[in-house]
C-alpha cells in the first residue's frame, strides 16, 4: 500500500531504530536453576535485572521476540513527574494523603531515571526541554490553571499557565486556547537509552535470552519451572514485566492491563526556519483530550514525531499514517505538503483503575500498567520490584496494596475499547 504523503523509502518501523537497530544479543544457553527469571526485556525487565544482578543474584531476563521489542523501543520518549490520573481525581477516590503519595511517587520515578541516566552515563539524548499541555477548549485552560494552584502548594509542581496571546512563543499553531508549560519534563531517545539499560544489565553478567518466549510458569518445590520452546528451567523467584504485551502464560495478570495501541508517525526534515516556527523552545507537547495526540522534535531538532490514536479498532501503521499526518496538519497546516519517513505502533497497558501496578500474585512477582507514562514509570517500578525481590523494606511504594481489578468476561482482549474510545471522543468534543 503507498499514499502520496509517504516518502518513497519509508520505513514501517520505530524511527529510533534507525540509529539503535534491535540487537543481536550473544547466544544464551539456558541453565537448570537461576535466583530470578524475568519476563519481558523492556525498562520494567531490564531496570529489575540490574537491581538484582548488582545484589548477586544469578538472573535470566526473557524476552518473547528481540530485546526491547515492546513498548521500550516504541515510545515517544516523553517523560514527565506526573501520572495519568489528576491529583484531584486521585484525591476524590484515595484520600488527600493517600493521592499526594502517588503523586509525589511519580516525582521521584522521574528523578530516579534522570539519576540513573546520569550515574551510568547513558547516552540517550535525554534533554530536559520541558513541556506545553495544551487547552483544546477555553474551559481545560481555565481547569488546568485552578489545578496548578493546588499542585503548586501539595506538591510542588513546577509550572506556569500560558495565555493563548502568547502561545505562539511555545507552539505554532492557533487550535489550543492556550496551555501550561511544565518545566521538569524532558525527552530522550527510547532505543538509545533501552540499548544503554542492555549494555549496564550484560555488563553484570546477567543473561538476556531473546527470541525465548515464557509458555507456562508453575509452582515446583520453593520456587517455579518456567517453560520454552527451548527448554525447561527452574527459578526461585519469577518477575513478569510484561505489559502491554502480557499473554496467557500469566492469565490473571492479562486478565487486569489493558492493551491499547497507541501510534506514531515522524516527518521527513523540516527546514530549520519552521521547526523554529512550530516548536520554538523544542519542548515536548500534548493536550488536554482524553483520546491525546502528542508530539516532540526528534533529538536532533530537525523532524517532528507525532503520536496518538487514530482509530476506534487496532490497525496497521500503514493505514494509522494517513490519519495522523491529517490530524498534524490540523495542528499545522503548513505541513500539508510533508512527506512521513516512519510509521509504527505499539501496545501500551492500562489499568481499570487508570494507576500502575506493582505486587506479588501466587507467588510471581510483576510490575505493569502504567497507562502511558512508562518512560519513568516502568524503569522505576522495575527498580522497585527488584527490591521486594530481596526483601528490603525499599520496595514500598505508595501503589503497593491496590486492588488490581479485572471485570467480568474480560480475558485480555478489549472488546470494549471501541466503544470506549468513541465515548471519550464525544467527550472531547463536548467539552467547554
Ligand atoms: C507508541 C507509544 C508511545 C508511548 N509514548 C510514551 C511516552 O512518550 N512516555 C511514556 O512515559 N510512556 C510512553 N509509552 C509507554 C511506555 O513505552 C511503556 O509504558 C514502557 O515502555 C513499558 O515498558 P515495559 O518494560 O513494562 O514493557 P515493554 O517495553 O512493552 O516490554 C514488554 C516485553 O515483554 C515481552 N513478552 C511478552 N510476553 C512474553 C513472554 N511470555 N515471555 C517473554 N517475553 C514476553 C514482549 O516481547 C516485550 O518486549 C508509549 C508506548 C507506545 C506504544
Not at 516512519?342 to 507467588?363: E, N
Request: charged share 20%.
Amino acid at each position: 500500500m503507498t499514499h502520496p504523503i509517504f516518502a518513497s523509502d519509508i520505513r514501517f518501523q520505530p524511527y529510533w531504530w534507525d540509529e539503535a537497530p534491535r540487537p543481536s544479543l550473544p547466544e544464551v544457553h539456558l541453565p537448570k536453576a537461576v535466583d530470578v527469571a524475568i519476563m519481558g526485556s523492556g525498562y520494567t525487565g531490564l531496570s529489575a535485572a540490574l537491581t538484582l544482578a548488582r545484589a548477586g543474584r544469578e538472573v535470566m531476563v526473557f524476552d518473547a521476540e528481540d530485546a526491547g521489542w515492546g513498548c521500550s523501543t516504541r515510545n515517544g520518549g516523553q517523560l514527565g513527574p506526573t501520572l495519568h490520573k489528576s491529583l484531584k481525581e486521585l484525591t476524590a477516590k484515595y484520600g488527600k494523603p493517600r493521592a499526594v503519595a502517588m503523586f509525589k511517587e511519580a516525582q521521584t520515578a522521574f528523578e530516579y531515571v534522570a539519576d540513573l541516566i546520569e550515574a551510568e552515563r547513558i547516552e540517550c539524548q535525554f534533554r530536559r526541554c520541558g513541556k506545553f499541555m495544551g487547552a483544546h477548549r477555553p474551559g481545560r485552560y481555565e481547569a488546568m490553571a485552578r489545578e496548578l494552584e493546588v499542585l503548586r502548594r501539595e506538591v510542588g509542581f513546577d509550572a506556569d499557565m500560558v495565555p493563548r496571546a502568547s502561545q505562539h512563543n511555545e507552539v505554532g499553531t492557533d487550535a489550543y486556547y492556550g496551555g501550561q508549560v511544565r518545566h521538569r519534563n524532558a525527552s530522550l531517545q527510547p532505543a538509545l537509552y533501552h540499548q544503554g539499560l542492555i549494555d549496564r544489565v550484560l555488563s553484570t553478567g546477567a543473561r538476556i535470552a531473546a527470541h525465548t518466549p515464557v509458555t507456562a510458569v508453575a509452582r515446583e518445590g520453593k520456587g517455579f519451572a518456567l517453560t520454552t520452546p527451548r527448554g525447561s528451567m527452574t527459578a526461585r523467584e519469577v518477575i513478569v514485566a510484561t505489559n502491554g504485551y502480557t499473554g496467557d502464560a500469566t492469565r490473571e495478570l492479562r486478565r487486569r492491563v489493558i492493551p491499547i495501541g497507541s501510534y506514531i508517525i515522524t516527518t521527513e526534515p523540516l527546514a530549520p526556519e519552521v521547526m523554529d516556527r512550530l516548536m520554538p523552545r523544542r519542548r515536548v507537547v500534548s493536550d488536554t483530550r482524553r483520546v491525546v495526540f502528542y508530539y516532540r522534535p526528534s533529538p536532533d531538532g530537525t523532524r517532528i514525531v507525532f503520536g496518538g490514536r487514530v482509530a476506534f479498532s487496532e490497525t496497521d501503521p500503514r493505514v494509522s499514517a494517513p490519519r495522523l499526518h491529517h490530524a498534524m496538519t490540523q495542528l499545522f497546516p503548513e505541513l500539508k505538503g510533508v512527506k512521513i519517513s516512519h510509521s509504527w505502533m505499539g501496545f501500551v497497558a492500562y489499568t481499570f483503575d487508570t494507576l500502575p501496578h506493582i505486587g506479588v500474585r501466587d507467588g510471581i512477582h510483576y510490575a505493569m500498567g502504567y497507562c502511558g507514562t512508562g518512560v519513568p514509570m516502568a524503569t522505576y517500578l522495575g527498580h522497585k520490584v527488584a527490591l521486594r525481590v530481596l526483601g528490603s523494606p525499599e520496595g514500598a511504594t505508595a501503589f503497593d496494596d491496590l486492588p488490581f481489578q479485572t471485570r467480568p468476561l474480560y480475558y485480555g482482549n478489549p472488546w470494549f475499547l471501541a466503544g470506549a474510545l468513541m465515548y471519550y471522543r464525544c467527550l472531547d468534543h463536548l467539552a467547554r
